[in-house]
């Protein structure tokens, strides 16, 4: 397999030396993807014929990656060089990526390190012989003492690692290389987040002890304690950086409303210290509250409109409550689609949902249209013969159910679209109605991350603590990481008040609170 450039290493430039290039070039092939963290690398001959380099060239190279901690080498007959986590970048290229990566994706990702971490130390507390010694308070030290970012997160992850050896789990292991090669240069690059080696040597050493006295209930609460302490720091981190870009213009499909309450929230906010604070919360969410409300008023006007011009399409061709889509039905629902979603550049896909019972095809008919690269669309093919194992029963599913059977608009999420467009998504619906009669919806959907890009600079703007629900309760977005899209909100970290949003029928609701902490 070709991982590298063909080009010989030594003809790249003539200012650095071979093993330097090939340094280079074997970190950029992890960090873009070609290479990931647990993989192993091809034989050191195959390596050094991609360079075109001698065996003894590359072998200097592959020791410069073993001091740095990218790579590991093992013998035996399953070793082998392998990948042990991704370089460090630099500073701005950190916060350029802890910018692009949305709070969700931060958060699935903490999901996932909260049952690995967890269980690797609850094995390890399960499977360590009582009395036996660990190089747990070694690698705990090491990390209490060092002093670098780098040296932070290396010593940091070799204590994480030594846990999931201590499991017997060589799968957990591979796991906790991977989601620590990710989380280290965001937790202790000190211009992102406050992470101090002190704090995370307490955490250890309680790690520690549950796990050497034999604990795993404990161990594995403490592990998870853990991660939810460096997902916070991260998080709040994060926020961090989206304050000092929300000075400038927001930009997006409602730029300047989203700019204008933000300046109006913002000397809301400002004047809490000339009154009541809880009186400038409420002004300050007031006025968040009615941007919110234009911004979601307007996405439905426009859904409507969509509404209108299927349903007139359509209309020719159906008869009894039976919808037929014709082929130049659909060429006319695509140009339709294609220019809403033109019209709205950060929502993923847009169409008609026909329920079964109206659809010409007994299964279900779904004229749905997403975005492919270079500006161009298509219609998305979901699963709709029952007997399949990728069958997408859509009227069992809320967003269909609320506008359809219900005939309210709706906005459900965010959930994960399993069958479907297989994303974290938020769904807004309309009732499709044809003849006075309702034959489906009308709908589309945005990712939580884009939904996030579209609304977190208004958010930013403010010293309240902000969360947008859905009718149930679950977060769509927040500027608190105690708050987390997906998850429900948490009255127990603080007495929120409530504002609602227009339009009512969508159920988006507005919980706030005076800034609690610092940002």
């Known amino acids: 397999m070709q991982l590298f450039d063909s080009a010989s290493a030594g003809t790249q430039d003539l200012s650095v030396s071979s093993v330097d290039l090939i340094v280079e070039r074997i970190k950029k092939a992890i960090t873009t993807g070609k290479l990931n963290v647990g993989e192993r690398l091809p034989s050191e ?7 075109g380099v001698a065996v003894v060239t590359l072998r200097k190279a592959l ?8 790579v590991q080498t093992t013998r035996g007959r399953n070793g082998g060089t392998f990948i042990a986590q991704s370089p460090v970048p630099n500073v701005q290229l950190l916060k350029d990526s802890l910018l692009a990566t949305s709070t969700d994706t931060l958060r699935d990702f903490f999901d996932e390190q909260c049952a690995v971490s967890g269980t690797a130390a609850r094995l390890a507390a399960q499977r360590l012989p009582l009395g036996a010694q660990t190089r747990l308070p070694e690698l705990m030290f090491r990390a209490r003492d060092a002093k670098t970012p780098r040296e932070c997160a290396l010593t940091d992850n070799r204590f994480h690692f030594e846990i999931a050896v201590l499991s017997n789990s060589n799968r957990l292991l591979l796991a906790e290389q991977r989601l620590y090669s ?42 998870v304690a853990h991660v939810e302490h460096n997902m916070r720091l991260i998080l709040e981190g994060k926020n ?57 008023t307007e996405l439905f006007t426009d859904l409507e409109a969509l509404n ?36 709205h550049p950060r929502v993923d896909g847009c169409g008609l949902v026909l329920a079964r019972s109206t659809a010409h095809k007994s299964q279900g ?52 679209d399993y069958l479907g467009v297989e994303a974290n998504i938020i769904t807004f619906t309309t009732p499709a109605t044809l003849d006075g009669k309702r034959v489906g919806i009308i709908g589309l959907d945005i990712t939580v991350a884009d939904f996030e890009e579209e609304l977190m600079p208004l958010l930013m703007h403010t010293e309240i603590d902000a969360v947008i629900t859905n009718s149930h309760g679950t977060v769509l977005l927040s500027n608190t990481p105690e708050q987390l899209p997906g998850t429900l909100l948490q009255e127990a970290s603080g007495i929120f008040d409530q504002i609602k949003i227009q339009p009512l029928d969508s159920g988006i609701q507005l919980f706030y609170r005076p800034r609690v902490g610092k940002r």
């Open 63 to 70: 020791a410069k990656l073993r001091k740095e901690g990218i």
């Open 182 to 223: 990710e989380l280290s240069p965001f937790l202790w690059e000190t211009e992102i987040t406050e992470a101090s080696s002190a704090a995370a040597y307490r955490d250890h050493l309680d790690i520690t002890m549950a796990i050497e006295q034999g604990d795993p209930d404990k161990a594995e609460k403490l592990a």
């Open 308 to 343: 209108s011009g299927i349903i007139g399409f359509i209309s020719g061709n159906s008869a009894d409550n039976n919808v037929n889509i014709t082929p130049t039905n659909r060429r006319e629902i695509k140009l339709l689609a294609a220019d809403f979603l033109d019209a």
């Open 45 to 51: 001959p195959e390596i050094a014929a991609q360079f």
């Open 240 to 296: 961090r950086l989206q304050l000092a870009l929300a000075s400038a213009t927001p930009a997006g499909t409602t730029a300047e409303r989203v700019a204008e309450a933000a300046a109006a929230a913002a000397a809301a906010s400002a004047a809490a210290s000339s009154e009541d604070k809880a009186v400038a919360a409420r002004k300050a969410a007031q006025r968040m509250g009615e941007a919110l409300g234009n911004h979601l």
């Open 365 to 416: 008919q779904l004229e749905w249209w997403v975005r492919e690269d270079e500006g161009r669309f298509a219609r998305y093919a979901f699963g709709v013969t029952p007997e399949s194992e990728r069958f997408y029963d859509y009227e069992q599913l809320p967003w269909f159910i609320t506008s359809y059977e219900h005939g309210t608009i709706g906005a459900v999420g965010p959930y994960l």
